[in-house]
Each structure stands twice: as structure tokens, then as C-alpha cells.
């Protein structure tokens, strides 16, 4: 483990999350952008993050970015109905999410243990408002709880069932072993979101 990553994992400076939570911001809404143009042409206007990003704490951008994801989710499930949509959101997002996890790995300095996926993991979701806890299954794959999501009360069910590849590409770009997929999440009434992660193909 570097001490980088032990660092960050410990406290992670405001700018730093205004960063990460940019990159994610930056990234998620450009491919959302790009199934926009060419299932729902013309229904959302070029947002940038400074004209949906206000300045000001973290919470507040966190709600704005969730914001713009819902427009889009939104224009795309008009035009090409609930599964369909779903189904190509995840499948452009999840690619996304792998290229956070990879840049955040290196960034961090962070090995493919167990510890270094937790630490790093943490230091993402810290951006994202999000706390969670790792436990092991009985057949020694890992569980992943989250108790606390800031963006649970801004994100529509579509909305967050289309964002949450991107959280599961973000752990195979931490470790290209895994795969995280969630079980269920609080938008669609649980208290808890619930994501297991084993090797790939298990």
C-alpha cells in the first residue's frame, strides 16, 4: 500500500474531492451526451460544469451534477422507453467507470489487495457523498453496503439504475480481477444499496 493512498484514505483535502467529483461529473454527463445525440437528438442543450456546477460546498454539486444526469436519463427513456434505455446507459457508463477506476488507481498508488481496493474506493466515494462498508460472503466473494448516498435523494430509479455502472466499472478499473454488480439500491426503496464483488466470471 502506498502511503499515498493510506494518506487519503485517512482525510482527503476539499480540493482534491472538487476534483474528483469534476472528473466524475465531466465524464458520465459526456457519455450520457453521446446516447443523447443519437436516440434523443436536440431534447438537452450542452451543459458544462460551470453552468450546472455552483460554487459552494460539495453537497450543492452533488445535487446539481444529479441534476443533469436525470435531464438526460430522463430524454432517453422518452425516447426509447425504460429497459432499452437502461440497457444502453449501463453499457456506455460502465466503460467510464473503469477509466475513473483505473486513473484513481494510479493516482493513489494503489496495489490489488483487498485493503487497497477498500482505501481507494473510500476516497472516491468521499467526493460522492457516499459511505459504505465491505463485508465477506460465505463464499468468499465480498459484500458492499451503503448506508449513506447524497445522491440517493437527488437520483430518479432510472436515473440511478443507469449511474450504478458506472460505480461497478470504477472497482474493475481498481482491480481488473473483480466485479462488483448491485443487488438493489435505496432509489428503489431499500434502506441500504447492496453490491456484491467476486472475480470476474464468478
Not at 438526460?72 to 432499452?84: F, M, N, Y
Not at 449501463?90 to 467510464?96: G, I, N
Not at 465491505?134 to 443507469?162: F, I
Not at 455502472?165 to 481488473?176: I, K, R, W
Amino acid at each position: 500500500m502506498s502511503l499515498k493512498l493510506w494518506l487519503s484514505a485517512l482525510w482527503t483535502p476539499r480540493r482534491v474531492l472538487e476534483d474528483m467529483l469534476c472528473r466524475v461529473h465531466v465524464s458520465t454527463t459526456a457519455a450520457l451526451d453521446g446516447l443523447s445525440e443519437v436516440y434523443a437528438p436536440g431534447a438537452i442543450g450542452q451543459m458544462t460544469w460551470k453552468a450546472v456546477m455552483p460554487e459552494g460546498d460539495l453537497e450543492a454539486r452533488r445535487a446539481a451534477m444529479a441534476s443533469g444526469h436525470n435531464a438526460r436519463v430522463r430524454a432517453l427513456v422518452e425516447a426509447l422507453g425504460r429497459e432499452k434505455a437502461i440497457e444502453l446507459g449501463r453499457k456506455a457508463l460502465f466503460p467510464v467507470g473503469v477509466a475513473l477506476g483505473r486513473e484513481a488507481k494510479a493516482r493513489l498508488g494503489a496495489g490489488e489487495s483487498r485493503a487497497d481496493l477498500e482505501r481507494a474506493a473510500r476516497v472516491l466515494y468521499r467526493a460522492l457523498g457516499i459511505h459504505f462498508r465491505l463485508e465477506d460472503a460465505a463464499d468468499g466473494t465480498m459484500l458492499l453496503w451503503v448506508d449513506r448516498c447524497a445522491l440517493a435523494g437527488h437520483y430518479t430509479t432510472e436515473a440511478c439504475a443507469m449511474l450504478s455502472a458506472a460505480d461497478e466499472g470504477v472497482v474493475a478499473g481498481l482491480n481488473p480481477k473483480l466485479r462488483m454488480r448491485f443487488e438493489q439500491r435505496m432509489t428503489d426503496g431499500p434502506a441500504e444499496c447492496l453490491a456484491h464483488i467476486g472475480e470476474e466470471g464468478k
